[in-house]
């Protein structure tokens, strides 16, 4: 499990926390804020909280003025495009994701700092925050650990992927090195998982790292979304770059 050690060349370490952000979705951005600043991180490192909007209407002009977030507009292109688009500006050695209604739970960044000393990429349990204000636990977490070559990518296959991929946090290079999230209308966080996982190992971490928020606004509970046709497209894409991927023999290695 070695080799993965962080560069941080001459640069205070950093995570670079990437959020993309849409019209109606944006409600929830200042509680998203105070779990990032709540944070607690290994000594000497600090965050950055990259923004992308996936449009220009100035939902994000509502964020507060600190030197530590970084919005940015432009033209739409979902999630995938914006996540992307947001990465442009990351400064950090490693990226984590989180959705803009999601809250991050105490230590979830100081634990994924730990595990990318580890490893390459790391994915983490969650909670789900219903809309009555309730909390339930995901149930088909895969055990704490090493997580086995091509487990992720088998689960999805027969679509029953046992982690929130939206948890995903990893070393910028090899985020930089895939692409960034694939241009998908959907599931592009599932697509960068199994990049990842097909060319470097990763590890899960058990105690929940993110209130995972359940509302009628978000962008998976439209039924356009799930049209069979496309969503089995999506899927398609995902599977197929991975397994592209495994059968090429390539393996990312940290700087």
């Given at each position: 499990?070695g080799g993965h050690r962080l560069d941080l060349g001459d ?245």
């Amino acid at each position: 499990m070695g080799g993965h050690r962080l560069d941080l060349g001459d640069s205070l370490p950093k995570v670079s926390v990437i959020t993309a952000v849409h019209r109606g979705g944006h409600h929830f951005l200042r509680q998203a804020y105070a779990s990032l600043r709540d944070q607690v991180l290994p000594s000497g490192w600090e965050w950055e909280w990259c923004l992308q909007e996936d449009g220009d209407s100035g939902v994000l002009d509502a964020l507060p003025p600190e030197d530590r977030v970084l919005p940015g507009s432009g033209l739409p292109g979902r999630a995938a495009v914006a996540r992307t688009m947001a990465l442009a500006r990351a400064t950090g050695s490693v990226v984590r994701t989180l959705d803009a209604d999601d809250v991050l739970l105490p230590g979830a960044l100081a634990r994924d700092i730990e595990a990318l000393g580890r490893v390459a990429w790391c994915t983490s349990a969650c909670v789900d925050l219903l809309p009555d204000g309730s909390t339930r636990p995901g149930p088909y977490d895969p055990p704490a650990g090493p997580v086995a070559p091509g487990r992720f990518y088998a689960e999805q296959a027969s679509d029953r992927l046992s982690v929130q991929a939206n948890t995903f946090a990893a070393h910028t290079d090899l985020v930089r090195a895939l692409g960034g999230w694939p241009a998908l209308t959907g599931a592009e966080t599932v697509g960068l998982l199994l990049a990842a996982e097909a060319v470097a190992p990763g590890e899960f971490i058990a105690e929940p790292s993110v209130l995972y928020r359940k509302h009628d606004a978000q962008t998976t509970a439209a039924d356009r979304y799930w049209d069979k046709a496309e969503a089995a497209a999506r899927m398609e894409s995902v599977l197929a770059r991975a397994e592209t991927l495994r059968r090429a023999g390539w393996r990312w290695r940290s700087a």
